[in-house]
């Protein structure tokens, strides 16, 4: 289940991609299959040993290109290990609700694109999250939960302070708000209640099957109550600026 939209990113063959937070690596191994050069960052080691196991049977099964490249890297988003400008597009999705001191991590995640590369930033929306928070304390109260909730103009301009441009703003995952506010109701660790059960059926199945009906329905609630806001933003190249281009 991908949050970002990767044909907004322009990631294909070659291009250099960093997954900062990247956590199961949803989005690490699209970009994988897509044959970009991929850094799953993370700094939870077993989230990155199932990234890795993943990332070689992907390879065994031709799932992903001879010439693309995969690797696992554990580390600290506010000290991201690599130099100024080394990735063409930088994906940090779900994580920046995390960090105390978002505004260093932002830092971070713009210092390490390249001048006219990308940037994706996903994060709960604002009325999905603030009925989470209001049903439940368990939800978000917890070690390495959920420090805040964005609003998203609040955030592109935390980004934008940056020196970023603002690109395009997409809400997505409707349908997983309602199973969201239903296990905050009902106990946020009680899986197995009947009604979240069921309905945690349904999310799979229609994962596994995507069919027209779902995938319409969500797509036409998505604007109004989708569970996460996707940001994207490109960073100005002063060199193409200077030429005119």
Known sequence: MLTVDFDRLGIEPGVRVIDIGCGAGRHSFEAYRRGADIVAFDQNAADLAGVATMFEAMAEAGEAPDYAKAETVRGDALDLPYGDGEFDVVIASEILEHIPHDMQAISELVRVLRPGGALAITVPRWLPERICWALSDEYHANEGGHVRIYRADQLRGKVTAHGLRHTHTAHAHALHAPYWWLKCAVGVSENEHPLVSAYHRMLVWDMMSAPPLTRVTERL?????????????????????????
Do not use: C, E, M, T
């Open 221 to 245: 609630l998505d604007p109004f109550i989708g569970k996460s806001v996707a940001l994207y933003f490109s960073k100005p190249n002063p060199v193409s600026r200077r030429a005119g281009l």
